[in-house]
């Protein structure tokens, strides 16, 4: 266990560390005034070949941004659950270790979602209701890889059903690959904007993993006995 989650460590520095290098290279490499209203923007050949590739697609974009309040309900869901425990065990130590530290990692998403609105780096290559909005790294690109993926995590380890772990999982998948792609030819972001996102999602989920394997008790849920598993 201590091994495997060295290792998600390490994979969460290189993503992280990717993440990094690739935001300075975006605002050093190729940066050309060609976004709404002379903004700036790096990778600038790139970003706009790709931009005009797809085109703006804007029923995919409102229905990528409805279906982004999913997440948003994986989290209430998964807060519910710690309340709940809170509530029946009157102690906040007596909390699933796995729980309390979902709801630390959902705050370091969103503080990471918060500094990235208040350091813009990039900005949406076109208006939304006629108001330029930042847009690195994608928000619910982010929010998406970040969140869903604690969804199959959580089946995974609460769930008695084969089955029904393999239902979640199916779903989470095509979920974020949906999602994802939806974002990218939706034209509302640029793509080295959906990149960076993938890249800070990827490296914030598997430092979550590895914080699992390296600081969770040692007790694998025998779920067939456990009053917290789910039929």
């Not at 993440?19 to 050949?45: H, K, M, P």
């Not at 990471?112 to 939304?128: A, D, H, K």
């Not at 619910?140 to 970040?146: I, P, S």
């Not at 604690?150 to 008695?160: D, S, V």
Request: charged share 15%; aromatic share 10%; glycine share 10%.
């Amino acid at each position: 266990m201590k091994r495997n989650g060295n290792r998600v460590l390490l994979l969460a520095g290189l993503f992280l560390l990717t993440f990094i290098v690739w935001t300075i290279l975006l605002q050093q490499v190729d940066v050309q005034t060609v976004g709404q209203n002379g903004t700036e923007i790096g990778f600038a050949t790139w970003n706009r070949w790709f931009h005009e590739l797809t085109g703006v697609h804007m029923v995919l974009y409102h229905i990528t941004d409805w279906l982004g309040l999913i997440p948003v309900f994986v989290c209430i869901l998964f807060c519910c659950v710690g309340l709940v425990q809170l509530v029946q065990r009157k102690s906040l130590f007596k909390v699933d270790y796995d729980i309390l530290l979902l709801g630390g990692y959902y705050v370091m998403v969103i503080l990471c979602y918060l500094m990235f609105e208040m350091i813009p780096i990039n900005y949406r290559p076109v208006l939304i209701d006629g108001r330029l909005e930042v847009s690195y790294p994608s928000s619910t690109t982010l929010l998406v890889l970040c969140v869903m993926p604690t969804l199959a995590e959580q089946g995974k380890r609460r769930m008695k059903s084969v089955t029904g772990k393999q239902c979640i999982c199916c779903f989470v998948t095509c979920f974020s690959v949906f999602m994802v792609l939806g974002r990218l030819v939706s034209g509302v972001h640029w793509l080295t904007d959906i990149v960076g996102a993938m890249l800070l999602g990827g490296g914030l989920f598997c430092l979550y993993q590895a914080m699992i394997m390296l600081l969770g008790k040692e007790e694998k849920r025998e779920l067939g006995g456990s009053d917290h598993g789910i039929s």
